[in-house]
């Protein structure tokens, strides 16, 4: 997974994906697997850019985590970027809702709307 920010770190970039498991859509971050012998930052950098058309600048490791441990053994590692590049299109296989970058701030007022 990796949290693509803008260079502000004021904007994110996510992409609009189906879960078929809970058959529900919802937005996440860019992620994907590594492929066998390929380095898990490569893999991240180039997971965001087939899922969204932008490469990020540069990744760095944040933490591994087990979001459904209990449940289910599948650690994610995070990676974060600040900036990147439009190079292309989402690849094929990618959503029908193109990516969209989302303002952390505005984010942050409607969670504390909803919380209050």
């Known amino acids: 997974m990796t949290a693509v920010l803008d260079e502000a770190g004021e904007n994110i970039l996510l992409i609009y994906r189906h879960r078929f498991i809970i058959d529900r859509w919802d937005w996440e971050v860019p992620g994907g697997y590594v492929d066998p012998g390929e380095d898990p930052a490569a893999a991240a950098v180039r997971e965001a ?24 053994d599948a650690r ?35 969670r504390d709307e909803h919380a209050g």
């Open 49 to 72: 850019e087939e899922e969204t058309g932008w490469r990020p600048r540069s990744v760095e490791f944040l933490y591994s985590f087990q979001p459904m441990i209990g449940s289910a």
């Open 76 to 110: 994610q590692d995070l990676y974060l970027a600040y900036g990147a590049d439009l190079v292309g299109e989402p690849h094929a296989d990618a959503p029908p809702v193109p990516p969209n970058v989302i303002s952390l701030a505005d984010r942050r007022k409607k």
